[in-house]
């Protein structure tokens, strides 16, 4: 994956950012940030959602293994209920580059806006398919939120969380409807706000 289009940024360190974890109605929104070393290339990054499982795994420890820095951090489900989803992103990015081992000179942000950060920023819609390091950060926030959600199925088995990752699937839809809500629900998000007022009403 080239980065041509953005021979622009300024020299130094650039950090790729990319959060997952929006559309669910269960646990934490996950962001990475990235900055990746030239001198240790990593062939096949692209946009987390279009590899295998098992190529997101192994790029997942090879961007570990090969990057100048790297950090994953998250918004919690009761910052998500708190904030709104699209702040809890924010912080979470924020989160991931405040962790960075090495301090970025620029960043590029997935998405169409940038949260605060302590240094320059540039929004770059589908980045994740376009910029290495957004690529690499895609790969770990997405990796570490399907785990997260494995983690959830081995303590819920009945929910479906290792086929459906939280999202609003009929599956997770009907899970909630006939087993209730979970602590790590988002309750802000309507199907749970809605299965949470009927509860209440037994």
Same mark, same amino acid.
């Given at each position: 994956? =080239?980065?041509?289009?953005?021979?622009?940024?300024?020299?130094? !360190?650039?950090?790729?950012?990319?959060?997952?974890?929006?559309?669910?109605?269960?646990?934490? /929104?996950?962001?990475?940030?990235?900055? &990746?070393?030239?001198?240790?290339?990593?062939?096949? &990054?692209?946009?987390? $959602?279009?590899?295998?499982?098992?190529?997101?795994?192994?790029?997942?420890?090879?961007? $570990?293994? $090969?990057?100048?820095?790297?950090?994953? @951090?998250?918004?919690?489900?009761?910052?998500?209920?708190?904030?709104?989803?699209?702040?809890?992103?924010? &912080?979470?990015?924020?989160? @991931? /580059?405040?962790?960075?081992?090495?301090?970025?000179?620029?960043? &590029?942000?997935?998405?169409?806006?940038?949260?605060?950060?302590?240094?320059?920023?540039?929004?770059?819609?589908?980045?994740?398919?376009?910029?290495?390091?957004?690529? @690499?950060?895609?790969?770990?926030?997405?990796?570490?939120?399907?785990?997260?959600?494995?983690?959830? !199925?081995?303590?819920?088995?009945?929910?479906?969380?290792?086929?459906?990752?939280?999202?609003?699937?009929?599956? !997770?839809?009907?899970?909630?409807?006939?087993?209730?809500?979970?602590?790590?629900?988002?309750?802000?998000?309507?199907?749970?706000?809605?299965?949470?007022? =009927?509860?209440? !009403?037994?």
């Amino acid at each position: 994956m =080239q980065n041509t289009e953005f021979d622009f940024r300024p020299q130094g !360190h650039t950090a790729g950012v990319d959060e997952v974890g929006r559309g669910p109605l269960i646990g934490d /929104v996950v962001a990475a940030a990235v900055i &990746l070393d030239p001198l240790q290339p990593i062939q096949g &990054l692209a946009d987390s $959602k279009a590899l295998s499982e098992k190529k997101r795994e192994r790029l997942y420890l090879e961007i $570990k293994q $090969k990057a100048l820095a790297w950090c994953v @951090a998250s918004a919690s489900p009761s910052e998500i209920d708190e904030l709104n989803i699209l702040h809890a992103s924010m &912080l979470a990015m924020q989160r @991931a /580059v405040a962790g960075l081992s090495v301090v970025p000179d620029y960043a &590029l942000v997935d998405g169409n806006r940038c949260p605060a950060l302590p240094c320059p920023s540039e929004p770059v819609v589908k980045g994740d398919a376009r910029v290495a390091e957004i690529s @690499a950060a895609s790969i770990l926030a997405k990796v570490d939120r399907d785990r997260q959600m494995l983690a959830l !199925h081995e303590r819920y088995p009945d929910y479906g969380f290792d086929r459906h990752k939280g999202y609003p699937t009929p599956q !997770h839809l009907e899970a909630l409807e006939r087993l209730g809500a979970l602590p790590e629900h988002r309750r802000s998000f309507r199907p749970v706000r809605i299965r949470l007022e =009927q509860s209440s !009403h037994v």
